[in-house]
Each structure stands twice: as C-alpha cells, then as structure tokens.
C-alpha cells in the first residue's frame, strides 16, 4: 500500500468501539459457546451479533451477523489457503486450489455448523427459516466424520448456517484485536478433518466436464424449468452413439445440477469401466 502511494496506519491493539446495548448473557449460551470455541469474548455482543439473523431485530441489535460474515468469509480464506500452503510444501497450485474450494464453501461449512450444534444457537424469528434447517438436519440424517467437501451432500441446506461459521470468526478477529492466529485456533477444529490429497474428490459438475472432455463425450446445454419454487435440471451426455440424461429437482439449483451431473457421471463411468475390459 505504501508502494502505491497509500498510507496505512494498522492499530490492531484494541478492538473497534461499539454502541450495541444488549445483555449477551440473556440471548445466547456465553459458557457453552465459549467452550466450543475454545475463547473467552472481551466483548460478549460481538458473540450476540454474530449468531443473530436479520429475522431477529432488536432495538438493542440494530444490525445481524452480515457485517461480521463479510469480515470473516475473508479471513477463512486467507487461513485456508496459508494452511494448506505450509502443510503441502511439493503439490501444484492446481491441487491447493482445489483442496481450498473443498474446504472453503457455505455447504461444508454448514454441515460443520450442524456437527457441532451452531444451529440451536442462531437467533431468529422465522419459522420459514426454524423449517428450512430442520428440514435440512433431518434429510442430513448424520454428518459425515470424515473431511466434508459439502457438495456430497444431497440436500441444500439454508445459507445462514454456514455464515454463522464466517460471522464468528469476524467476531472472534474484531473481539482478540485482529490476530488471525487466534481465529485460526478457535474455528479450525470446528472444520476439521480437513480435506488432504488423499482424501480430496472434485464437485460432481466440474468433474462430469472434465471427463466429457478427456473422453471426447458431447455435453449438451442443461435443460431447466421451475414450478412451485423448485428447479429441474436436466442434464444430458451424447457418449458411443448413446443419449445419456438424468433430471433432478432441488430447491437450489446449484443443488439440482449437482445430483443430475453426479448421476449422469456414474452411468459414463460404467462405460469408461467397459472399455477398459474391451467390453
């Protein structure tokens, strides 16, 4: 910044003042959360503002977990992408790039909230959202032990469980005077195990277009319609002189192309597995 002209001067000593009025105590379960956190807040609304959606406005919480959830989306970023840099000293940028999309996404971080119980502490006053998450918890029926890449699953779940994850480690940033490493400390166990090597599966939509390439399959355009405030995606292989398509509908669409593409790609495989035995 100082190269390009701008001066910056970094106060990162005390925290920024604030003007909420609440008493965290009344709101939220400060010794459990605390615990789970493995931190003790300075500045307990900063806890409060962190876990209360819009639905939940109070005269004393003029504002929800967004700003909180912008500040911490970015540093999880930063945190993730530093980790895997130090812990894979010899893999490509494109393997890292890959291991942090699978670590860094709203879907694993909600299943991250959901195993360790962030959903009961979401402040809020929508019985559409109260019925989207338990919706959510049932169709997850158990998260997985193992690293969770979020798009396995087959369910959409809403988005604010997986900004909670963000919102609180704005806080925890703004609350220990901006140090990261603290952050890293209190929200890193909350996502782990964390995806490796090893472990690491690509999004069934990316991997889908990369093995239509590689074997010369023709991929037609996804054919999408939405009635009832679900989308159908329709998605459609020409592979050997045979038409291969499978439709899935969602909630999400995202969610939606997701399944049709990873059915679609099981049904290639079996002909890539064919060919390989000169079936």
Same mark, same amino acid.
């Given at each position: 910044m100082d190269w390009i002209g701008i001066k910056v001067e970094f106060n990162n000593s005390v925290p920024s003042e604030r003007q909420l009025q609440v008493d965290p #105590? @009344? !709101?939220?379960?400060?010794p459990h959360l605390e615990s789970l956190l493995n931190y003790s807040f300075n500045d307990r609304s !900063?806890?409060?503002?962190?876990l209360t959606h819009g639905s939940y406005m109070l005269p004393e919480i003029p504002r929800c977990y967004q700003r909180l959830e912008f500040l911490g989306d970015s540093v999880l970023d930063y945190l993730v992408t530093v $980790?895997?840099?130090k812990k894979y000293p010899d893999i490509s940028p494109g393997l890292l790039t890959d291991m942090r999309s699978a670590s860094v996404n709203n879907e694993c971080y909600a299943?991250? &909230?959901? @195993?360790n119980g962030l959903h009961k502490h979401i402040l809020h006053a929508s019985q559409r959202l109260h019925k989207d998450i338990s919706r959510c918890i049932s169709n997850l029926k158990e998260v997985p032990s193992g690293p969770s890449f979020g798009w #396995?699953? #087959? %369910? =959409?779940?809403p988005k604010v469980l997986g900004d909670v994850i963000e919102s609180l480690a704005g806080a925890i940033l703004v609350d220990s005077g901006y140090n990261k490493e603290v952050v890293f400390r209190s929200i890193m166990p909350l996502l782990e195990p964390l995806v490796s090597p090893e472990t690491l599966r690509l999004e069934a939509v990316r991997e889908l277009n990369e093995f239509c390439q590689r074997e010369q399959f023709l991929m037609r355009m996804p054919v999408v319609s939405r009635e009832d405030g679900l989308t159908s995606i329709t998605i459609q292989v020409e592979a050997d002189g045979a038409m291969? @398509? $499978? %439709? =899935? %509908? &969602? &909630?999400d669409k995202k969610m939606a192309k997701r399944l049709a593409s990873k059915e679609v790609l099981k049904a290639l495989k079996g002909i890539g597995s064919a060919r390989l035995h000169g079936e």
């Open positions: #105590e @009344k !709101l939220v379960n400060i !900063l806890l409060v503002e962190a $980790h895997l840099y299943q991250s &909230a959901i @195993k #396995e699953s #087959e %369910t =959409s779940c291969f @398509k $499978h %439709t =899935s %509908t &969602a &909630a």
